[in-house]
Every structure is written in C-alpha cells, then in structure tokens.
Nanobody, 114 residues
Framework: QVQFVESGGGLVQPGGSLRLSCVAS????????MGWYRQAPGKQRDLVAR???????NYADSVKGRFTISRDSAKKTVYLQMNSLEPEDTTVYYCNYYPQFASWGQGTQVTVSS
C-alpha cells in the first residue's frame, strides 16, 4: 500500500523559509514524476512543483524562483525548499505522484504570518 507522510510545516514570518519533507512507503519514487500540491480552504488542490524521473523540475508561476523541489530516492523522500515565503503561501501542502493517482496523506500546514 502506497503511503505519503508529509512534514516540516509550521509558522514562519513573511520572507522566511521552510523545508518540507515527504516520505514515501510502498513505492519506488525514482521511477515516477513526483509533485508537491497545495490546497487553500474552499479551493481545488493545485500542483506547486514537480520533479521527473530524470530530475527535471517545473514550478507554478506563483512559486517560481522561490521554491525548489528535490528528491532523495535512497531515502524515498521528496523535499520542497520554500524561500521568501509570502502570506499567500499559507495553506496545507501535500505530495503525491504527478499526475496524482494514490491516496492523499495528511499534509503539512504552512502558515506565513507576522
């Protein structure tokens, strides 16, 4: 059974940084495109960043230049380094395959506020 466990969220001031981690079990992340998603209350879940099996990355325009996705296949972990955080980045973040086809984890809450 595939499972994703996200962590690393928290409260940070505008301009601050956080590093999110997503540990996968029951799967081999190196052979899939993996993505980080976020969902604000009342809105759909959107892709924030993705990394292909070859290591190519793509980002939503709203986070380009501020967020960096990476992967450690040996640790079955996908990371999201978030810099220059803005209040608009406040929401719950999830990881999954891209396109998503596994169950969602519990996510990790990121709150950007002074």
């Amino acid at each position: 059974q595939v499972q994703f466990v996200e962590s690393g969220g928290g409260l940070v001031q505008p301009g601050g940084s956080l590093r999110l981690s997503c540990v996968a079990s029951g799967t081999i992340i190196s052979i899939y495109t993996m993505g980080w998603y976020r969902q604000a209350p009342g809105k759909q879940r959107d892709l924030v960043a993705r990394i292909t099996r070859s290591g190519s990355t793509n980002y939503a325009d709203s986070v380009k230049g501020r967020f960096t996705i990476s992967r450690d296949s040996a640790k079955k972990t996908v990371y999201l380094q978030m810099n220059s955080l803005e209040p608009e980045d406040t929401t719950v973040y999830y990881c999954n395959y891209y396109p998503q086809f596994a169950s969602w984890g519990q996510g990790t809450q990121v709150t950007v506020s002074s």
